[in-house]
């Protein structure tokens, strides 16, 4: 099935918006409570086509406060989701501002949510928006200086298996049956999905926003993934510093999630899969999962700018189908999830 989430395990400092983000935008695509200015510049539609002039108004933030003058100028690329103006006063970066004396940019990714580089440019940006910026040095090395690509999967591709290599590693560094605990307790939702009379109590212990329906492969698939995804969130987000971007579990980390998977008391390991679910979905203060596909290909079906999933969910889609790919299947036999191959 089509994965939408973007990845990059092992969290560095500056992720911009949402890093690699994926198909549920809650957290993620929040909209921000913090009140900057912003700036809005006429930028070129198309690059491509030199005859072609029309422009549009694309929206950044700037801080001038660390700016000496003759210091370097920090560009942060905007990635899947609106700028969060939270990076202008926070983040790693502006420690490096304020030793450099640099003005810093934050610019919002077009078709989410410049200026013509004059002096020296230092680019930055985390997981996706990494790639633009080791891109962006790689292509135009006579407009940026430098580059800080924080986990940044610059190799796309289609089957992006591996990604769940890492999570199955990551989850087995401080507790090694981890993995394997995760792997009987997916086995058994495998099974206890095998029956419809079972749908009930599934859709109860996963607290899903509707009824459990599974009429075809994608909405079981779909269903499953939706599911892993929190496990996946959970390990690539590991001990971040989002709590700044308005993200509120980043206090479920791997440990967390370990310790409940090892603690029997809880039942076995299907208990302790749903209560992993449970103390994730509670962190975030998320009412119910909404596990539907047909839900799902709704959203994506809603152009309008309201639209559900129009602060990044549905743009992130497009671009992995028409531009990267990186789904991210349970094709690797190194991993502990089941039921979502690439197809
Ligand atoms: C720039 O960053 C400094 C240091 O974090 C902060 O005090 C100031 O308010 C910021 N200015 C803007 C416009 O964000
Ligand atoms: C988990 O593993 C990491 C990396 O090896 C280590 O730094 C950390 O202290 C460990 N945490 C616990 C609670 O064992
Ligand atoms: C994590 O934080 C949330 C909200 O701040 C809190 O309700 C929850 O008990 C915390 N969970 C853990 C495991 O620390
Ligand atoms: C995806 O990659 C995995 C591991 O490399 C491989 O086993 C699997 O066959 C691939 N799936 C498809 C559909 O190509």
Known sequence: MAHTRLFALLCV????????????????????????????????????AGADSRVWKQRYYMNESFSSGDGPVFLMIGGEGTANPAWMTQGTWM???????????????????????TEKWIVFGGS???????????????LA???????????????????LDVV????????????????????????LLDHKENYAKITRDFNLCNPLEIN????????????????????????????FEGVKNTNITIQVVCDIMANEVLGSPYDRYVEVIHTITKAAQEKCI????????????????????????????????????????SDSTSQPFSGFPLR
């Not at 401080?174 to 307790?185: R, V």
Request: glycine share 4%; proline share 3%.
């Open 168 to 191: 199955q590693s990551s989850l087995a560094r401080n507790h090694s049956n981890c993995p394997k605990t995760f792997k009987l307790a997916s086995d058994t939702l495998i099974e």
């Open 290 to 329: 909404e596990a539907s596909y047909q839900a799902y290909v709704q959203d994506m079906r809603d152009c309008r700018w309201e639209g559900a999933a129009s602060t990044g969910g549905r743009q992130w889609m497009y671009q992995t189908c028409t531009e990267f790919g990186y789904f991210q299947s």
């Open 13 to 48: 400092a500056a992720f911009l918006c949402n890093g690699f983000s994926h198909r549920r935008f809650n957290g993620r695509f929040s909209e921000i409570p913090v009140t900057v200015q912003d700036y809005w510049f006429e930028q070129r539609l198309d690059h491509f």
């Open 145 to 163: 200086h430098a580059a800080v690509a924080s986990s940044a999967p610059v190799q796309a591709v289609l089957n992006f298996s591996e990604y």
């Open 95 to 117: 420690t490096y501002a304020e030793k450099m004396g640099a003005l810093c940019f934050l610019l919002e990714h077009r078709f989410y949510g410049k200026s013509h580089p």
């Open 128 to 142: 996706y928006p990494g790639c633009l910026a080791a891109w962006y040095r790689l292509k135009f090395p006579h």
């Open 216 to 243: 075809s492969k994608m909405d079981l698939s779909f269903f499953l993934d939706t599911i892993a995804e929190y496990i996946m969130d959970v390990v690539q987000y590991n001990n971040d510093n989002r709590e």
